[in-house]
């Protein structure tokens, strides 16, 4: 059973980071891509990152590129989401995706 369980939202300063991490489990990760998507209150899911099976990751779309980084641990079957420079632009609840998977989520919060 494909699971996907993300952690490490919090309450940031502006500029400050956060680290998501996405535990996946009931697949492997090297054999599928993994996006981080993100929702704001009454605004569209957004995708803001993949990462592809052998690795190799996508362009960033230009509301995150240079600040937020994906990458994984295929030993510890985890994706992370190393996002810097945050603001207060980046509120959003966080959801870790594979195909039709899903996460639950985890809130990120940038104080004003």
């Known amino acids: 059973q494909v699971q996907l369980v993300e952690s490490g939202g919090g309450l940031v300063q502006p500029g400050g980071s956060l680290r998501l991490s996405c535990t996946a489990s009931g697949f492997t990760l090297s054999e599928y891509s993994m996006n981080w998507y993100r929702q704001a209150p009454e605004k569209e899911r957004e995708w803001i990152a993949g990462?592809?099976?052998?690795?190799?990751?996508?362009p960033y779309p230009d509301s995150v590129k240079g600040r937020f980084t994906i990458s994984r641990d295929v030993a510890k079957n985890t994706v992370y989401l190393q996002m810097n420079d945050l603001s207060p632009e980046d509120p959003a609840v966080y959801y870790c995706?594979?195909?039709?998977?899903w996460g639950q989520g985890t809130q990120g919060t940038v104080s004003l």
């Open positions: 990462i592809g099976a052998t690795g190799d990751v996508a």
């Open positions: 995706n594979r195909n039709v998977f």
